[in-house]
């Protein structure tokens, strides 16, 4: 994945698998391998400050994916983390592209509903034995709808590590806060 102006490779951008929660994030020199993907799956790729792209798979090797400059002026969006004091979990692919990804998806939800509400949540959600995200709280209340928004977002975000104590999984907590301003 690259620039389409400058041809610079894009770190952290997402490619993923349409209508299924299998998505990767691009390296430091803008690849990716997404793995046992049948022939016409829709990817749909993404990179923050970037027009979203969507193409049809036909290949095992997919030609240069040179991404547009989003020009549109977004609202501002925050998003920080507040895990519990011991875990230890994390995203697969780490927590920088994880929140990049998350500021991303509030963001183009913003742009696409000018109308939605706009404010603050905090979604709670346990990561079980197995790396499942599940049994999500609107630890906050928040409206309704942005509630559902961040809870899509969470769940079509990058899988997650399991955690280890004296060679057992366990289940954690985690809390995010997303800002939709």
């Not at 994945?1 to 041809?7: H, L, P, R, S």
């Not at 559902?148 to 280890?164: C, H, L, Q, S």
């Not at 057992?168 to 997303?178: D, G, M, S, Y």
Request: glycine content about 6%; cysteine-free; charged content about 25%.
């Amino acid at each position: 994945m690259i620039d389409a102006d400058n041809q610079q490779a894009l770190v952290g951008g997402t490619v993923a698998l349409v209508g299924h929660s299998t998505s990767v994030m691009t390296d430091s020199n803008g690849n990716f391998i997404l793995r046992n993907i049948p022939r016409n799956s829709q990817l749909i790729i993404k990179s923050i400050g970037y027009q979203p792209t969507q193409l049809t798979v036909k290949d095992s090797i997919l030609p240069i994916i040179a991404m547009q400059e989003d020009k549109q002026v977004l609202s501002e969006v925050v998003v920080s983390s507040h895990p519990d004091k011991n875990q230890k979990v994390s995203p697969k692919n780490g927590w920088k592209a994880y929140n990049e990804y998350l500021i991303t998806s509030a963001a183009r939800f913003v742009a696409q509903h000018p109308q939605a509400p706009r404010g603050r949540v905090v979604v709670g959600f346990t990561i079980d034995k197995t790396g499942k995200l599940k049994d999500f709280k609107n630890q906050n209340k928040a409206e309704p709808l942005l509630f559902e928004e961040a809870v899509r977002i969470v769940k079509e975000g990058d899988m997650w590590n399991v955690t280890y104590k004296k060679k057992k999984p366990q289940t954690k907590k985690a809390e995010f806060i997303i800002d939709f301003k």
